[in-house]
């Protein structure tokens, strides 16, 4: 499966920009609230129409502005997962499941209908109505519904914002084992940067319909292309930089001069993230520096520390560490000044 | 006793209410997916028979159903005589309901629209069968409310009907012709007969409305739960 996609939206003053490939790799869209996601899906599934681009699966256009092609949502074969599920609410959940399969011999929708209530545990609940489902097993009603008519491409928007944060966990797994299953390309919308890092393999950063970075999982965590892309993706230590020579960087606002893995003669800026920041027994070496809490906010199984380095700019902290209970325990009654360690290996530098 | 003014009250408001029910819902349906400057218009078109009084819509009727003019001659050439006949008291009837049945039906569209007809669209569902089992099935209540109007009011109609299709007792002197008459004739009692059936009737489509009401409730709470 081969899904490419590049395409301009208008939604009154908003403009998005997308463009994006995949082989079959889930991919995982990335973003704030108002940056595009949900827009980007809907112009898949052709509940949108672009003012332009392409879009096509495994080579056949789905729309396509040059060729004047706009395949209506009905004739896409495009499975789609609604933020609150949209299931019929008077319909069964058999019948929400079979919804799509009208053209089929009715041996047949029984045969699929009932292979897929097997395989996401329905098997119970068929003759329920939606408002009798818990919010989980409205989900897998859902993805059932929408996996059925066996669509090219299968489309989540937010599939577990709906559900009560207890259970996210839990619904979280079986989605990941339905989604294991399924042959097609997926497209996974979400604002959780865990949820999209769990989930899927390739990345798609959104930010005001413009794409920040697209690729590799581990790539885009390791090394965002840009401040914000890193921003995005969850990093909170930035310092303006400028290269030193060496595989040195000095940071303009931490005030040190750094050992960089990959450095970079265009360096603007350098970041490392929270759990990356590390904490030296001995003075000396490589990139570490003394520093002292400014603050400590508390979570139940971590702590998340505020530093100042004594060289940087600034009256606030410039630093922020996240460390488990435990070793917060260590550290805390250990006297001040404490030694920041910022492995070359984690830090990264950006041209911006 | 003649009761042929309830008889053909009734027979009138279940037909306009019939009428009505089908072409306002219909055109509720085609309307609610398009925008445009040009449907604003059309809009206007719709609900003139609500702003209008009803002897200004019964003499437009007359003015284009009538032998003189185009369509009314074509009509007659073709042997319908529509003016001042039975037909005549449900046309007037269900054009002065129309707006009624029409708002209330988009209304209840309007309310469905949205991901569940999307998510019906991408489960490879044409309109047609959008409409009828998902729009329909769900706007329901609020239909169900819109014809309980539409009869109340099919049932009240005075001037259109006087007008178009005239007071011919035992043909188109429908309730509001016959008491009309009753009182300009000095028949009191004749009057007030009348006006307690109408009262009757009116009173049971109230209670209908009532119900479904209730009934809505409850439907429009499952939804919401759903959410």
């Known amino acids: ?23 079959g790799e889930r991919v995982g869209i990335l973003g704030e609230s108002g940056a595009g996601k949900t827009l980007t899906l809907r112009t898949v599934a052709g509940l949108e129409r672009p003012e332009r681009g392409r879009i096509e699966i495994d080579g056949s256009a789905l729309y396509d502005s040059v060729h004047g092609i706009n395949l209506p949502a009905r004739e896409r074969r495009a499975g789609f997962v609604f933020q609150n599920y949209a299931l019929f609410p008077h319909r069964t959940v058999e019948e929400n499941i079979g919804f799509g399969l009208g053209d089929l011999p009715r041996a047949e929708q029984d045969a699929r209908v009932g292979a897929l209530k097997e395989r996401m545990h329905l098997g119970g609940l068929s003759g329920r109505y939606p408002r009798e489902l818990s919010g989980g097993q409205q989900q897998r009603v859902a993805l059932a519904r929408a996996l059925a008519g066996e669509p090219r491409i299968l489309l ?34 979400s604002h959780s940067l865990e949820e999209v890092y769990r ?29 914000e892309a890193a921003r995005l993706t969850g990093c909170k230590n930035f310092s303006r930089a400028r290269p030193a020579g060496n595989g040195m960087v000095e940071a303009l606002d931490w005030g040190v001069m750094l050992r960089v893995a990959q450095p970079s003669a265009q360096a603007k800026h350098v970041a490392i993230r929270a759990n990356h920041v590390a904490f030296a027994d001995e003075p000396g070496g490589e990139n570490v520096y003394s520093c002292t809490l400014a603050e400590s906010t508390e979570t139940p199984f971590r702590r998340t520390l505020y530093l100042r380095l004594p060289s940087g700019n600034g009256d606030g902290f410039h630093l922020q560490a996240e460390v488990p209970k435990d070793r917060w325990e260590q550290m805390r009654s250990r006297p001040e000044p404490w030694k920041v360690r910022l492995d070359p290996e984690r830090l990264f530098v950006m041209a911006e | 006793m003649d009761l042929s003014p309830m008889r053909l009250s009734l027979e009138t408001s279940f037909a306009a209410t019939a009428v009505v029910t089908v072409t306002g819902t219909l055109a509720a349906g085609w309307r609610i997916r398009r925008r445009g400057a040009a449907l604003e218009l059309l809009d206007g078109f719709f609900l003139l028979p609500l702003v209008l009084p009803p002897t200004v819509v019964g003499f437009l009727l007359l003015l284009l159903l009538g032998r003189t003019s185009p369509l009314g001659g074509l009509l007659y050439e073709l042997g319908a005589r529509l003016v001042f006949s039975w037909p005549a008291t449900v046309i007037a009837a269900a054009v002065t309901t129309f707006p009624l049945m029409y708002m209330t039906a988009r209304a209840a569209l309007e309310q469905v629209e949205g991901p569940l007809v999307e998510a019906a669209r991408t489960l490879g569902a044409s309109e047609g069968r959008i409409f009828r089992e998902i729009l329909l099935p769900l706007a329901w209540p609020g239909l169900a409310a819109g014809m309980v109007l539409t009869f109340a009011r099919a049932l009240g109609d005075f001037g259109a009907t006087l007008i178009l299709a005239g007071d011919i007792p035992g043909r188109t002197q429908t309730l509001p012709l016959a008491i009309f008459f009753a009182v300009e004739s000095g028949d009191t009692a004749e009057a007030v007969r009348w006006s307690l059936v109408t009262v009757g009737i009116s009173l049971a489509a109230l209670g209908a409305l009532n119900l479904w009401t209730r009934h809505r409730k409850g439907l429009a709470m499952r939804v919401v739960q759903q959410d």
């Open chain 1, 1 to 23: 499966m081969e899904f490419r996609a590049e395409f301009a939206v208008r939604r009154g003053a908003f403009r998005l920009n997308v463009a994006l490939e995949t082989k």
């Open chain 1, 156 to 189: 989540l928007d937010e599939p577990l914002s709906a559900l009560d944060f207890h259970l996210r966990g839990l619904v979280e797994k079986e989605l990941l084992d339905s989604l294991a299953e399924y042959r097609g390309v997926t497209l996974y919308v």
């Open chain 1, 199 to 227: 989930l899927c393999d390739v990345i798609l950063v959104l930010a005001g319909g413009r794409v920040l970075a697209s690729g590799p999982k581990e790539e885009i965590f390791r090394r965002p292309p840009s401040l």
